[in-house]
């Protein structure tokens, strides 16, 4: 006998019920994005590597250590599998020139891949809800990003969610803070660890990340990117705020949080959660205005941010939001074969008129007996069993039985009647 061939580690199946959970989240998502005038858009899962590499930075970790890529066989390209969603969708922005007429207002759904160890909320193919707002220069779109986020979790339910919010300036003003970093960062070597030390000069913005228990005291001293800042950044920052203030959305400054390219600027912001431990990041975004030219394009302005799907679901899921509901009105409980053709066009009507029904169906093609069909009906869900009898048929009828406790007695319907018995049934369930 062949070996069992098994998922690759990290890499999930998504099956029912758990896949009902999905579809409710995604459903929310959906009317939140209508809501707000935000547009899908689907983009390759596989890209260019060099598209990564300059979306991406080549000294993040996703790009050091993180990233699928491979070379194509046919032509020898080298291709990524996509590690988040931005730089493809700047790509398709700038190939099919979206943003000739004005802004574009898009969201996107679907896998991204990540070679990381797996543990609870990181998996090695993950999903991403991820939210772009291309061509649109001012703050309000800045807190409209942010309000379309918070409008996202409220659908969802989840609550323990706290915002918080920086800004990056202008390229001269994150300049002078980074020279100020390295100069601080250097006078206080012996306490860098390996990563820090490579980054110093690279990236010494991602020290600021460090997870790191010995320098985490060192590092709060570190000079504030805030303190550089000239007026016209600090009131975009006060502006975006102020405009979440008059939403009811409390925001926390936190002079950590960074991002280490330079085609950031201005807002960043984290929606935090203390509900998931360690992996308490709901979702992350900021202003990115110089990404277009450097992957090719013209100067665009563009804000956006990406949600991870699995740490959001298992916060709904701790929260005790969400619980599986029927997926069926209805199962239909045919004992004699002979009568299938009759059942099969009635059902068809039944569901022409929004009835969700089952046939019973048998592994090895059999008629399995009625005790064995109303076993099936019962587990199924349905809050209704539709019993295509012989004896029933012969008078041109169906009987509905109610089940697991729902309450009423058993009764006949009219065949002739198909339509009315799904407004019915509609009406009961």
Known sequence: MPAQIQAVKGMN??????????????AHVRDAMAASAYKLIRTPVVEQTSLYVKGTGETTDIVEKEMYSFEDKLN?????????????????????????EGGKRLYSIGPVFRHE????????????????????GGPEVDAETMLLAHDVLRRLGLSDVRVE????GVLSERQAHRAALIAYFESHGDLLDADAKRRLHANPLRILDTKNPAMQE????????????????????EAVQAMLAACGLASQLNHRLVRGLDYYNHTVFEF????????????????????????GGKP??????????????DLVQTQKIWQPASELDAYAIVPDAQALPLVASLLQTLRAAGVRVQQHSSADGTTSGMKAQFKKADGSGAAWALIFGNEE?????LAVKPLRGQGGEQRLLAVAEAANWAASLKALV
Do not use: C
């Open 13 to 26: 199946d998504i099956l029912p019920p758990e896949s009902a959970l999905w579809e409710w989240f995604e």
């Open 76 to 100: 020898g390209d080298q291709l990524t599998l996509r590690p988040e969603f931005t730089p493809g969708i700047v790509r398709a922005a700038i190939e099919h020139n979206i943003t000739y």
């Open 117 to 136: 160890r797996p543990q609870r909320g990181r998996y090695r193919q993950f999903y991403q809800l991820d939210v772009e707002a291309l061509g649109f």
């Open 165 to 168: 919010i920086n800004s990056l």
């Open 218 to 237: 060192m590092v709060a001293a570190a000079p504030k990117l805030t303190a550089y800042l000239g007026e016209a950044s600090l009131k975009r920052l």
């Open 272 to 295: 935090i959660t203390d509900s998931l431990g360690a992996q308490g990041t709901v979702l992350g975004g900021g202003r990115y205005d110089g990404l277009f030219e450097l992957v």
């Open 300 to 313: 665009t302005p563009g804000v956006g941010w990406g949600m991870g799907v699995e740490r959001v679901l």
């Open 393 to 397: 048929l012969a008078n041109g009828q």
